[in-house]
Each structure stands twice: as C-alpha cells, then as structure tokens.
C-alpha cells in the first residue's frame, strides 16, 4: 500500500476520531486503537494510534485480516469474533492477549457492526484498549489475596497446635496437680474432723474452690481443644450446644440432624468448630434470640450447616471496626474449601449457611 493512501486513511482517520463520523463509539477514546475491517476481515482503516505504535508495520497491519496479522491462535480469535458480529448483526466484547515486544499484552476489543442505509452490515469497527496494565495489577491483587489467605490459614494451623498443645500441659501439668491437692484435702479432712472441728469450715472452703478451679481448668481444656471433637464431630456439636445452654440459659437451643455418623477430616471438623463456637458466641454477645437452630444435613455432594438465631440482626453491610469475628468465619470456609452465606437484617434475625465439600467427609471404612 502506497504512503500517501496511508496518510490520506490517517487524515479521513483524525477526522472521524474528531466528529464521530457517524460511526457508533461505545465509549472509544483517543487513546484507543481503532481500525475498521471489511466483512472478509480484511482493514480498510487503522487510526493514528496503531499508525504510531505500529511504525513501520502499520503498512502490513493495514489491509490484512486478522488471520494473517496478528495470525497464529489470536489472530484465530480475533477473525472469529468478527466472523460473530456478521452472523449475529451484535456487538462483541473479548480479550486477546498476544506476545508484544518484551511481555505479553492484553488489549480489550470491541467489535461493533456497521451497515447501511439498507440495514445491511458492510463493515466491522474495532475498537480496542490496552488493559495490559490492569490485567497486571488484577493478577497482583489475586496473588497477594491467595498468598494472605495461605497466611491465614497457616496461622490458623498454628494456633490450633498451639492450643492442642496449651490444652495438654494444662490438662496433663495442672489437671494432675489440682487433683492430687483435692486428694490431700480429703485425707485432711479425715485425719483432723474429729479433733480439730474448728479446721472443717475451712477445709470445706478450700474443697469447694479447688473444685471450681478444677472444673474452671477442664472447662478451658474443652474450649482450647474440645476433647469432645476426639469423639467425633457430631459430639463436638452437642457439647457446643450443651455449653451455649449453660452460658445462655434464657435462650432456647436445638440442634437438628441428619447424618448422624458424619465424619470430617480434623482440619475441617476443627475448622467448622470454630466457626459454629465464634457463631454462637455472637448470639450471646449481640442477638439477644430467644431461639436458636443449628441444623447439619448431609447430601449427596456436600454437607450443610445452618445456624439460625431470631435476635437482633444487624446490617451485614456495616463496617464494625476491631471485630474479626466474622471475618474469622468466612477465611475459615474459604480455607475449606467451602462456600458461606450470610443473611441478616435489623429485627430479622440471622442466619448463617456452610456448604461444607464432600471431599472433605471420611467415610468409615477411610478411618
Ligand atoms: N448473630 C448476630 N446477631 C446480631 N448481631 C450480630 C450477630 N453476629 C454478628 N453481629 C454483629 O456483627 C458485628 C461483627 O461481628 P464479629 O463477630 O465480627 O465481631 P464482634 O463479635 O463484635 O467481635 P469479635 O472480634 O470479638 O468477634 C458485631 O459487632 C454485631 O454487631
Ligand atoms: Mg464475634
């Protein structure tokens, strides 16, 4: 193609960019590539844009298809969008990411169909926009997210060891020694009733907060490491429910199953755990519910746990500053593998729902 057809494509080009040309522009800036193709693919018009970027190739890109430049797979994609337009007469959005000089480039393309007076399409306008940048900082973005949610999922294995291992010491260490001071309280007891009665009331005293503190120190056990969840996942639930009923008694409890030999993996099963303990605890902080259901059905592809409380509610749009609770619950599913919904409004109660994947359930004959 001869340089002054070149230039006169440029000029008619500047001057379309300038009016509209009557051509439809969804939105194309000047710094968008524009070029227009005839309905074999082939370019009849490529703006001043490309003419720069392209230098000395703008002679080949100009009055070729796309199958023949680019070429190759994009060029494949590109003609078939085009081919798309003409058979369906409708805009057409995609991506195509081609190697340019150093990096990978991606360019958002809009095609839109041009027709006559006669309604009959003649040609096809492209308009692009290189999204090169942004796809970069959108896969950086994905990139620092997957690597805080590794963060977090690690801490989280950390800490659970770590209150596994606090919840033995304080079990094997204190627990030992708590019983074995309320052994020489009894025998106290016996050997000095008879002949110093005024030692009694005291003894009895030191007895029953011995007692509390015994039951103070297997009660942090359970939360640190709920030695029910060595029962299985099922008693970890009852023992949660059993303890929100103690630290909640005006509130009515059930819990509703199916499944009843349902089994999960430790990791997940610690990992519900928490979720249903930081739920509950929300209900006693915030709800204020008479009612609460904490439901498991097991089927055929997942599990589903459902707790549902008739309190307060709240906006699940509001921002609560220094509360992680609930984002503990959600990075919890999400560490999972499994999916978490959140209904809630103002006087409407709350409910929470975990699909729970069924790769994660052992079967019996797994153990
Ligand atoms: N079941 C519920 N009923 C009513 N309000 C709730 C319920 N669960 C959560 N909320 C509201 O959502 C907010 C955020 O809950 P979240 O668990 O994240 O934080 P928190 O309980 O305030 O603090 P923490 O970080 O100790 O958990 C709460 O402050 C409360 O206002
Ligand atoms: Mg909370």
């Given at each position: 193609m001869h340089r002054s057809r070149l230039r006169s494509t440029l000029e008619s080009g500047a001057r379309l960019e300038k009016t509209g040309g009557g051509i439809p522009h969804p939105g194309g800036k000047l710094s968008d590539i524009i070029c227009r193709h005839e309905l074999d693919g082939r370019r009849n018009?490529?703006?001043?844009?490309?003419?720069?970027?392209?230098?000395?190739?703008?002679?080949?890109?100009?009055?070729?298809?796309p199958l023949e430049y680019p070429g190759g797979e994009e060029g494949r994609l590109y003609q078939d969008k085009i081919d798309e337009v003409i058979a369906t007469g409708q805009r057409v959005e995609f991506e195509l990411t081609w190697n340019s000089y150093e990096s990978p480039a991606c360019t958002l393309i809009n095609l839109v169909p041009e027709r006559d007076s006669h309604g009959r399409i003649v040609s096809v306008l492209a308009i692009g926009r290189d999204i090169t940048l942004l796809k970069r900082f959108r896969q950086d973005l994905e990139r620092s997210r997957t690597q805080l949610r590794e963060l977090v999922a690690h801490r989280e294995r950390t800490r659970e060891a770590e209150r596994k291992h606090i919840a033995r010491e304080v079990h094997d260490e204190l627990g030992q020694q708590l019983t074995a001071l309320n052994m020489e309280i009894q025998s106290m007891r016996i050997r000095y009733e008879k002949c110093t009665p005024q030692l009694q009331a005291q003894l009895d005293r030191i007895h029953t907060q011995l007692h509390h503190t015994i039951a103070y120190a297997r009660n942090l056990v359970s939360r640190l490491r709920p030695s029910a969840l060595d029962?299985?996942?099922?008693?970890?639930?009852?023992?949660?429910?059993?303890?929100?009923?103690?630290?909640?008694?005006g509130c009515e409890c059930r819990l509703i199953l199916d499944g009843s030999d349902l089994c999960l993996t430790e990791e997940v099963a610690i990992a519900?755990?928490?979720?249903?303990?930081?739920?509950?605890?929300?209900?006693?902080?915030?709800?204020?519910?008479?009612?609460?259901?904490?439901?498991?059905h097991e089927l055929e592809t997942h599990v589903l746990l459902g707790i549902r409380d008739n309190g307060s509610g709240f906006d699940t749009k509001g921002h609560y500053k220094e509360s992680f609770g609930l984002v503990g619950i959600k990075e919890r599913a999400i560490m999972i593998g499994g999916e978490l919904q959140l209904f809630s409004a103002p006087g409407r109660g709350t409910y929470i729902e975990l699909h729970i994947p069924g790769t994660h359930i052992e079967t019996k004959e797994d153990e």
């Open positions: 018009y490529i703006n001043p844009k490309i003419i720069r970027m392209a230098g000395s190739m703008a002679l080949v890109i100009m009055n070729s298809t029962m299985g996942f099922i008693a970890a639930l009852e023992w949660l429910v059993e303890d929100f009923k103690q630290r909640n008694p519900v755990f928490r979720i249903v303990q930081e739920s509950l605890t929300n209900i006693i902080k915030h709800a204020h519910a008479t009612q609460v259901h904490l439901m498991l």
